[in-house]
């Protein structure tokens, strides 16, 4: 049996890179503003997240997901070490195509098997059902209010985990994003600040370089850069290829190589992180004065129940 109730959304072997010397990880909690010392088994989980007893059958609960994820991890360990020992040797290339493949793979479900990918795909759904109500209910004269409609759109909580793996973390919607950052221009970035790298509960963060003003940022969005903290040290970094062309061809000219971050580079990546972070954010140790002061700046990127997305029609939102 390989199902448990205890169910992780970020890998506990790839936590394991952000450990202290005694084998223990420091986590801040956005909601409280806390921080404490937690061990690997307990960071990075939900009870039952992706137990789903018709998919699970007689393996235990959340074995379906989690032979999947064993599936796509084994490979991508190699690949990740490889690209580790890569840049501690500071040579040039650090992945061939296949190794990229692998990880992109990684890369794709690590971005869809969290909570907050959940949220994106409960609240994207319960959008269109809006809708659709809403509209019929206009074209047919009937006087439905917003909050009927909101209620009866409402996906109810024990159905969380169908919907995910229907809709989210599905064989087309995995091998769409694998493609999409597949695509990208990918770099890796050695930290030589005295600051370590945070990771988080969604590791997968990024940021539009184009301004898109009402308008939502994903993984193909033409300005978009990802970054997927692979250790304390190192941040592997992804462009959108046709920007990179078009404003940023030192991008181009140093793909698949290893460069130094300073201070700036190494605070905007812990930015990305903080923002990116539905709750939790882990690091080797208690550094987290700048995760503090940003969401004392910004108070509603703690604030787990905020909208990700709204609809709005003639001047109303539905």
């Given at each position: 049996m390989i199902g448990s109730k205890k169910q992780?959304?970020?890998?506990?072997?790839?936590?394991?890179?952000?450990?202290?010397?005694?084998?223990?990880?420091?986590?801040?909690?956005?909601?409280?503003?806390r921080s404490y010392a937690s061990s690997v088994r307990d960071a990075g989980h939900e009870n039952h997240f992706l137990s789903i007893p018709e998919l699970?059958?007689?393996?235990?609960?959340?074995?379906?997901?989690?032979?999947?994820?064993?599936?796509?991890?084994?490979?991508?360990?190699?690949?990740?070490?490889?690209?580790?020992?890569?840049?501690?040797?500071h040579r040039l290339m650090f992945l061939d195509q296949g190794e990229r493949e692998i990880l992109a793979r990684f890369l794709a479900v690590q971005f869809l098997r969290t909570p907050e990918a959940r949220t994106r795909v409960i609240e994207a759904l319960e959008c269109l059902t809006r809708s659709i109500m809403?509209?019929?209910?206009?074209?047919?004269?009937?006087?439905?209010?917003?909050?009927t409609i909101s209620e009866a759109a409402r996906i109810p909580v024990e159905k969380y985990a169908r919907v995910h793996a229907q809709f989210g973390l599905n064989p087309e919607q995995i091998a769409t994003i694998a493609y999409a950052l597949d695509s990208h221009v990918w770099r890796v970035m050695i930290n030589c600040s005295d600051h370590p790298f945070y990771t988080s509960d969604n590791p997968l963060a990024f940021h539009c370089h184009v301004p898109r003003p009402g308008r939502g940022v994903g993984i193909a969005t033409y300005g978009v850069e990802v970054a997927f903290p692979?250790?304390?040290?190192?941040?592997?970094?992804?462009?959108?290829?046709?920007?990179?062309?078009?404003?940023?061809?030192?991008?181009?000219?140093?793909?698949?190589?290893?460069?130094?971050?300073?201070?700036?580079?190494?605070?905007?990546?812990?930015?990305?992180?903080i923002v990116s972070a539905r709750r939790f954010l882990f690091a080797p140790r208690d550094d987290f004065t700048l995760a503090r002061e940003v969401c004392e700046q910004e108070p509603d990127l703690c604030d787990m129940d905020r909208k990700r997305m709204e609809v709005w029609w003639g001047g109303q939102e539905l």
């Open positions: 992780h959304y970020v890998p506990q072997l790839y936590l394991r890179s952000f450990t202290s010397g005694t084998g223990q990880i420091s986590v801040f909690d956005k909601a409280t503003r699970d059958g007689s393996a235990g609960p959340g074995s379906h997901f989690e032979a999947l994820f064993q599936e796509v991890e084994a490979p991508a360990a190699i690949a990740l070490a490889n690209v580790v020992s890569a840049a501690e040797e809403s509209i019929k209910a206009r074209q047919n004269a009937m006087e439905w209010d917003h909050k692979l250790s304390p040290r190192l941040m592997l970094t992804l462009v959108h290829r046709g920007y990179a062309r078009d404003v940023a061809p030192n991008w181009l000219e140093s793909e698949g190589m290893v460069g130094e971050g300073n201070d700036g580079n190494v605070e905007y990546y812990r930015w990305m992180q």
